[in-house]
């Protein structure tokens, strides 16, 4: 990763962000920096654990590795 010249390394922090600012970040003002920290980490633990995702066949992340496990 981080190699130069490589615009493909950053696509995941990319898609993520790109989420976060239409799905959280752009319909709350925040009143302090921690606020808004908090909020990014509630969000991570949302988009890894429980945002269905259509490459997932429509499911949680957590679903489908229940689902792959059994």
Do not use: T
Not at 39 to 65: G, T, V
Request: hydrophobic share 30%; glycine share 2%.
């Amino acid at each position: 990763m981080s190699r130069v010249g490589k615009c493909i390394d950053n696509a995941p922090i990319e898609s993520f962000f790109g989420h976060f600012k239409c799905e959280s970040h752009e319909l709350k003002k925040y009143k302090s920096y921690e606020d808004l920290v908090e909020d990014i980490d509630r969000y991570m633990r949302f988009y890894n654990k429980e945002r269905y995702q259509q490459n997932l066949n429509n499911l949680a992340p957590i679903e489908y590795r229940y689902q792959v496990a059994a």
